[in-house]
Every structure is written in structure tokens, then in C-alpha cells.
């Protein structure tokens, strides 16, 4: 196949996966049964029902996505001492994840209340945050960058994973109309650099409050 030609159709049941996370994302998942789901592809729910037994393996499936995304966003640097582009890179892409599969912390605990697999997993996601940001601040003490007791990064990494992860939630709460999620997630981002801030030396805290900056504009 050259490279002018168009990729292949996705197969039904890789259609049915895509469709029903933009739907999750754009409408709410528990709005979303398995027929609007057929509907919006145009197939048959009988179709449907032979790649899906119902709506929770579908959002599993989703999950498994989200949860293989996050194990590679949350990986600490093995060979070298963490500096600041890693907790920036960090946020970065935890984040960009949560925005990807925005339906799974809309609606967590009704999603979690359902699926006890789903809960233990979505544990170990919270305890990874924390741990992977633990390990990023104690680098940061070791580089003389940032100022901080363990009790400090054990707290700062608390707060760190708790704003990740309820930052949708909060910006929602808080909207007096419509707005644009995405937006609030950069928000978030600064947000959470705002916690690590006081804890830096010198040009970290000016590396860091440049690249905050850049989530405001």
C-alpha cells in the first residue's frame, strides 16, 4: 500500500470501541446504553452483542487502554536523578491521559460502585501517582533543587494525585456555564505546579514558573 493510499477500514469491533469512548467522553456514559451505541455506527444491536457481551466490557476494554497508557506516563527515570522536565513531563501526560478517557473520572464512583475488578485496578493507578511523583520530588532533594522533609513529599504527592485525579469534577462543580475541558485541564496542570513551587530553589522555581506560565496562556 503507498503512502497516498487511504488506511484500511477499522474493523467492527475496534469501530465499536472508538465510537463508544467519543460518546462516553462527549455525552456522559451513563446516558450511553448499547443501542445509541449501534445507532451511532449504524449496526444492528445483535451486531454489537456478538463483539460485546454489554456496556461494562466495553468500558473494561476502554479501561485496559487507559490503564496501559497511564503504566507508561508514570515510568521514573531509572539510570539518571529526576529534574524538573520529568515532574512537568510528568503532569503532562498524566493529565493528557485523564483527557483522552474523560469519562472514566466524570463519572468514577459510579463506574467503580459497579466493578470491583475496575476498582482494584484504578487503585493501583492512584498509588502509582503517588509513588512516581514521591520518586520525582525525592530526586529533586537529592539534585539541591527542592527543599522538602519526607513528610513534605509524602503529603505533596497525596495532593499531587488527589487534584489529578478530581480536577475534572472541580472545574465542573465550579462552571457557571459551558466551557471547554481541555482548557481547565491545563488549568490543572498549573494547578499542581503551583503545589511543587514553594518547595524549589533558585532557577528551578523559575523553570517552573516559566513553564506554568505557558498553561495559561
Known sequence: MS?????????????????????????????????HIADELDISPGNLYYHFRNKDDIIWLLFEQFERRMDAALQVP????????????????????????????RDLDNILSRNKKLRTHFRR????KVST????CKGLVGAG??????????????????VATYWLNFQSVRATSPGNDSDDLGLGVY?????????????ARRL???LSREYLS
Open 78 to 105: 531509572e539510570r539518571r536523578i529526576p529534574d524538573m522536565e520529568d515532574m512537568w513531563l510528568y503532569l503532562h501526560l498524566v493529565f493528557e491521559n485523564i483527557w483522552e478517557y474523560r469519562f472514566l473520572y
Open 191 to 203: 494547578q499542581v505546579l503551583s503545589l511543587v513551587a514553594p518547595f524549589l530553589n533558585g532557577d
Open 125 to 128: 493507578i492512584l498509588e502509582r
Open 3 to 35: 503512502p497516498s493510499d487511504p488506511s484500511p477500514p477499522l474493523k467492527t469491533r475496534d469501530r465499536i470501541v472508538q465510537t463508544s469512548l467519543q460518546l462516553f467522553n462527549d455525552v456522559g456514559e451513563p446516558r450511553i446504553t448499547t443501542n
Open 145 to 162: 533543587v527542592m527543599t522538602a522533609t519526607a513528610e513534605d513529599i509524602a503529603a505533596l504527592s497525596r495532593n499531587i494525585a488527589v
Open 208 to 210: 517552573l514558573q516559566q
Open 133 to 136: 511523583a514521591t520518586a520525582i
